[in-house]
């Protein structure tokens, strides 16, 4: 029996699409890749609210058959009996840990920065709105530098889905105005998950 | 060998700690309970920063030792090997979906009102920031409506810890302005929550 090959809709330019395509990467699976376009108005089709009523990328199509959304759940899909997820009780719940703290206070105060004024170009870099972006975000940056002083992944010591869903927006952060001089763990650490064999760049 | 007691950290009013809670009541497990307090400035303390640099509860003290931070991560720890975690890969990956729904389109804009207009009392119902999340959290609960109107739980055919991290904040939508009356197979969903046995409500 064959599975249907594992599909995932994005946009070119989006870092939670990154993350899927860099754990692929990592692991050596093939996807599918089909990119829309927001600015085309492609997430505000009947046809992709069927496949997601919250209408975000990236989707998955699971080898099951159904879509999955939410970029993390994607990792978890993708990652489960390989290197990239441990097994042990508090190992998982440490990597789900990194995943929500990616979502709740990493990537929404790192990717606003990056939309508004790199992608688009509404907002400037001294907007206040960007600077209390960035005061949130620097103080996220500043938890995952001094957990990297540490450690050099974030649970355990081999690369993990944490690892994977922490890279896309802190390798970008610059785009936003973000400055990581001060966070030589977090460099030395973006150098590494660059090294791993594997590795897939944004574009 | 006997497991230390599991200890949760929280507030009295969060409706984050009060998904750990609940899981327990369902699950018969028996937590110690420490409450601290926002307004006496209890999580800006270095003491609490050791237990979590992030700054926020809950937080469990695991059977291993170490402290775990982030709901859902906690929710996620105590239900493996229970019937509040499927453990087929598709399942699993779709429970983790709507963990990340709760807190990303769900939870952020369901409990701001409530803490604003309701614990706090320095907004209105229809100022426009309070508007302004209730556009979107209408978003999430309709989206909640429509996959409820087609099965009993979130993930299956029984409760499991999706249908956990989302009953707190709808629940409590009411508190921060929310009609519920839209959505009445999300009102049954609420009622079947509350029957069963185990139930603990939030004070």
Not at 18 to 42: A, N
Not at 166 to 179: I, K, R, S, V
Not at 189 to 196: D, K, N, P, T
């Amino acid at each position: 029996m064959t599975h249907p090959a594992l599909e995932l809709i994005d946009t070119i330019y989006t870092g939670n699409g990154w993350k899927v395509r860099l754990l692929c990467g990592y692991l050596g699976v093939t996807l599918q890749r089909r990119s829309l376009s927001i600015v085309e108005g492609d997430l505000d089709t009947e046809a992709f609210r069927r496949i997601n009523p919250w209408g975000q990328v990236p989707v998955l199509r699971t080898r099951e058959g159904p879509w999955l959304a939410e970029s993390a759940a994607i990792l978890w899909y993708l990652a489960r009996g390989t290197d990239f997820l441990p097994t042990a009780a508090l190992a998982q719940a440490q990597v789900l840990q990194w995943l929500f703290f990616e979502q709740t206070q990493h990537m929404v105060n790192l990717a606003q920065p990056r939309l508004w004024v790199e992608l688009r170009g509404t907002m400037k870099r001294d907007d206040p709105a960007v600077l209390a972006w960035r005061e949130l975000g620097d103080k996220a940056l500043a938890c995952m530098e001094a957990h990297l002083q540490l450690q050099h992944y974030f649970v355990g010591d081999r690369p993990s889905i944490a690892d994977v869903a922490l890279f896309p927006y802190t390798c970008m952060a610059e785009q936003g105005g973000y400055d990581l001089q001060p966070y030589p763990s977090l460099r030395r650490w973006l150098e590494r998950m660059q090294a791993l064999e594997g590795y897939v760049p944004l574009l």
